[in-house]
């Protein structure tokens, strides 16, 4: 027996028993562990081929397996957290605009979804998910897909991003705000994360009567954004928008993450190619980088984002804040939310980053029982 074959057999036993916990709800029980053996075979034989012959054009080889397995697991994977999660894809032509938004449809309070700048509302299916599971039946949940994102990456294709009609930061505010109204939704609690923590202090300022409580993760309102973010950005030491190998996406994922969780990466090498690819074959290419460039050439004009503290103090709001965020500094945001009302509570996530916690789940799952007990309060 070669000396290799223990190896390897170690090797697909371990990666096998890795996806099945990881993907347990991608695949039906009768084809998952098929699926599993199979994708696990072509990938972890193709990981050993480039040491055993070091033949360059393997890698290539190897890596495009790699995102070709990826990318289906990423793709049925969401698709069945939405189908679980009970959310509808919907358009509304908005100032002759379409826009795109998941529903959780529901007769009762209305809770709308923000996801941050890169993301898209998809991504919330996972929150979706974890809040239906406590919230009363008849809540209805609006995640949309911020302008120049997600579906809206169809418009940015057909235009060219010459032509592209960047937003201001107090156009993504108006242009949910005016979707609320088509939608004749006059009142409604609002969670945004990042960029879509701005885009709902920024309803909650701007129109008070709308929304009743918010939740907000690390927004990225000017003031707390962290120098060091800035200085790499500028200087172009990182590409966290606009990545041009997986390499930038791991990166990307590690500075998401915390010192713990750094130590063992976040996302599988396998899903960083995925990842990469997908987001090349869905955006052209500086659509990232002239949109986050457009908000920061911005900075010091917009009325309520450039404040350099709570402007809507009386607010009835849950601020949380990962203590070691690298993008949306902690002190800063403790600093921002300090003078505010006892209605604004603030609560830190400690061993935390901006996406990541140290045990591997997301921000927004991680802080999901907060966020339940804190939207049930007064409501039931």
């Not at 919907?90 to 100032?95: A, D, E, F, G, H």
């Not at 709570?310 to 709001?317: F, G, S, T, V």
């Not at 789940?361 to 804190?374: F, G, K, L």
Request: charged content about 20%.
């Amino acid at each position: 027996m070669s000396f290799r074959t223990p190896i390897v057999i170690v090797t697909i036993v371990v990666a096998v028993m890795n996806l099945i916990s990881n993907y347990t709800d991608a695949l039906p029980s009768s084809k998952k562990v098929v699926a599993a053996l199979a994708a696990l075979l072509v990938i972890d034989l193709l990981f050993l081929l480039p040491n055993i012959c070091n033949l360059r054009y393997l890698v290539t080889v190897q890596r495009s397996l790699e995102a070709a397995i990826g990318r289906f697991l990423l793709r049925i994977g969401t698709d069945r957290l939405i189908q679980k999660a009970g959310l509808i894809h919907q358009t509304k032509i908005v100032n002759g605009i379409p826009m795109h938004y998941y529903e959780r449809p529901g007769g009762g309070p209305t809770l709308l979804l923000c996801h941050g700048i890169t993301s898209e509302s998809k991504n919330l299916a996972a929150l979706v998910l974890e809040l239906q599971a406590k919230l009363p039946n008849n809540w209805r949940m609006i995640a949309p897909d911020m302008v120049g994102h997600g579906h809206d990456l169809q418009r940015v294709q057909e235009l060219g991003i010459d032509q592209f009609p960047y937003p201001e930061p107090e156009d993504l505010g108006e242009s949910m705000k005016a979707l609320l109204d088509a939608l004749e939704i006059r009142k409604c609690y609002a969670y945004g994360s990042s960029m879509g923590g701005c885009l709902v202090y920024f309803l909650q300022q701007r129109y008070p009567e709308l929304v009743e409580k918010s939740i907000l993760i690390s927004p990225a309102l000017e003031v707390v954004l962290d120098d060091q973010f800035l200085e790499d950005w500028r200087m172009g030491r990182k590409n966290h928008f606009c990545w041009e190998s997986r390499d930038d996406v791991k990166t990307f994922m590690a500075d998401l993450s915390c010192p713990q969780r750094i130590k063992c990466n976040p996302i599988p090498p396998f899903m960083l190619e995925a990842i990469w690819q997908d987001r090349q074959a869905r955006t052209p290419d500086g659509h990232f980088r002239k949109c986050f460039q457009k908000l920061l050439d911005c900075q010091g004009k917009d009325p309520v984002l450039a404040c350099n503290s709570d402007i809507a103090p009386n607010a009835k709001r849950l601020v949380l804040w990962p203590e070691q965020d690298y993008i949306a500094n902690y002190e800063r945001g403790k600093t921002f939310f300090a003078k505010s009302s006892k209605n604004t509570i603030f609560r830190s996530i400690p061993d935390c980053g901006h996406l990541f916690h140290s045990d591997g789940r997301t921000v927004m799952i991680h802080a999901a029982p907060m966020m339940i007990d804190y939207l049930l309060t007064d409501t039931k």
